[in-house]
């Protein structure tokens, strides 16, 4: 605790050593004030152990009022009045370094949402949010949003970073709920005692006060993920990744710094071509579009400004597996790579980095396991996602090792933590399998107890149990079954419809093969939007589900669950290739590839962008990239 520090009732500080006598305890008239916000004269009964949010208040006699020019539930008062009036004043930490946040009057009868997390999750359930009951704060390292989807683009500037940024206050200042941001990491979560740990992110002037704690009653986590190098040795120390603005910013200043490198007069013909292979690692979206636009980049660009090393230029892809895009439509993948060989990118399937030093990387060919070291000036490594480590030390507190990311159940919550979201990239939906409720929802449809179904009581289930368990509906689909009495026909044989009946075995039998359709959902920004705005949409429900929920039957229990499960909508997926082209995979197997495919992507993407300001900005940089080329200086 720091020493006392007293003031007269003008404000003025005491001389040192001053120090309250002995003292009674009262009651007294209290009127607090904060800065901005003021709350109404309470009237307390103190005692020698009275407490009241987080402060200790001590009096020796009736005293009418006084008032706080800050008021914080860290701080213990002490007054006494004797002549000109004293007020004692000391802080009180509940442990070194470390502040808790504390609620006003006011804030004690909302609940108090705490969001980790301003990318596509989090800022999608700060915009969708609209009920004003809430109390919200959000922590986040960055107060922006970033549209991602465009970082390859700011890596060779067709768009410049501060395009595709939006600060976080400016989406939230027009809403009516009340939402606070506090620019900091989370360092560590309680779930025992709902509480959330927290560091600034501006680590200077604070007089060591960066961290502090905020209480909460109902926590979202959207956090995002790392990227993941499988322990690769030197790729953290050599590699650059494509994951914030901040690493397209630093490798757009690689590029150019190869370029200015290789343009020396000292350095020979095989060190400049060392320094302009740009090594790319990873064949999936984003390395692929991250070497289309450094392909045109180079040469629709550099090659003019750096004629004399144009013909040094190379660019190779590497991808572990048999095939770049694999998630992608067969047909897409062979566009691509089939463009690629034509545009000089030399894709290497088949090879795995096994080690990443300042001037080779050394790759393992899958067929035959040979080591071969390709020399490089500058590598991108995009091979996916991993979990931060925040979240697993969370992971490890509520029993959820070995995971490569929070399991959640369909309504995004943590699974064991009622009051924990979880979503985006640092989470995946752990899909309840048919089986194992099993006889739960037997027992459910059989309305008479007899012990068999027929067609009549599995069609008044059904609904709820294509709803609760999606695979239901979607094995039928891909069997090409019309409803579930095919199903049941296809479980008994050539059987009249009227005449189905199913024991518990039977029923496990017609079932047993539906599980085998569950799927993750991928690590989309898609997948991470739909899934904010569905969470915003059961916070601003909340009271009115709890008195009628709206969900499907609870097969284990009683009544219905309070919402509908989260269920994701895919809306299609696009490939830029460069030179204009891209692929598009729409709803439907619908494949199209090429220039009308690049202008569906432009319009799609400035649509999409969070604000007006944004997309106008995105607009005209993509218009002055068209008009005067790509920017090339080193800024």
Known sequence: MQPPQFYDYRGERCKEGA?????????????????????????????????????????????????????????????????????????????????????????????????????????????????????????????????????????????????????????????????????????????????????????????????????????????????????????????????????????????????????????????????????????????????????????????????????????????????????????????????????????????????????????????????????????????GIGTRPVIMDFMKQIGQTNRRALATDEWLRVEGRDSVYALGDCATINQRKVMEDISAIFSKADNDNSGTLTVKEFQEAIDDICERYPQVELYLKNKQMHDIVDLLKDSKGDVAKESIELDIEGFKSALSQVDSQMKNLPATAQVAAQQGAYLASCFNRMEECEQNPEGPLRFRGSGRHRFHPFRYKHFGQFAPLGGEQTAAQLPGDWVSIGHSSQWLWYSVYASKLVSWRTRALVISDWTRRFVFGRDSSRI
């Not at 705490?114 to 009920?131: D, P, Y």
């Not at 397209?248 to 320094?275: G, H, M, W």
Request: aromatic content about 10%.
């Open 19 to 383: 120090s309250p006598d002995s003292i009674k305890y009262s009651t007294f008239k209290a009127e607090y004030v904060e800065p901005g916000l003021m709350f109404s004269s309470l009237p307390m009964q103190l005692d020698e152990h009275n407490h009241r949010n987080g402060c200790c208040y001590s009096v020796d006699y009736v005293v009418k009022e006084w008032r706080l020019s800050s008021f914080s539930p860290n701080h213990m008062l002490t007054t006494k009045l004797c002549g000109g009036g004293l007020l004692a004043y000391s802080e009180s930490k509940s442990y070194p370094g470390v502040r808790s946040l504390g609620s006003s009057e006011d804030d004690n009868k909302k609940k108090r949402v705490v969001v980790l997390g301003t990318g596509w999750a989090g800022t999608s359930f700060l915009k969708n949010l609209n009920n004003s009951s809430y109390d919200v704060q959000v922590v986040s390292p960055r107060n922006y949003f970033a549209f991602t989807p465009l970082l390859p683009s700011v890596t060779c500037g067709s768009v410049e970073a501060r395009s595709i940024v939006e600060p976080i206050r400016n989406i939230v200042k027009k809403k009516n709920v009340e939402i606070h941001f506090w620019e900091a990491e989370c360092i560590k979560i309680d779930a025992e005692n709902k509480k959330v740990y927290c560091k600034s992110s501006q680590d200077t002037n604070l007089n060591g006060e960066e961290e502090f704690v905020v209480d909460y009653d109902y926590l979202v986590i959207a956090m995002g993920a790392r990227a993941n190098t499988f322990n690769t040795p030197g790729v953290v120390e050599n590699c650059h990744f494509l994951k914030e603005v901040e690493d397209a910013q630093r490798i757009r200043r690689s590029v150019i710094d190869c370029f200015e490198r290789a343009s020396l007069p000292n350095l020979t013909d095989e060190e400049r071509k060392r320094i302009l292979h740009f090594v790319v690692v990873g064949g999936g979206p984003t390395g692929v579009e991250f070497s289309a636009e450094l392909h045109d980049f180079v040469n629709e660009d550099l090659v003019k400004l750096y004629p004399t090393v144009k013909d040094l230029v190379k660019i190779t892809l590497l991808e572990a597996g048999d095939h770049i895009l694999n998630m992608f439509d067969k047909r897409i993948t062979a566009f691509a790579e089939d463009k690629f060989h034509r545009d000089g990118i030399d894709v290497k399937t088949g090879s795995m980095v096994v080690k990443v030093s300042d001037k080779e990387i050394s790759t393992k060919e899958r067929g035959n396991g040979n080591i071969t070291s390709i020399p490089y000036g500058m590598a991108v490594w995009s091979t």
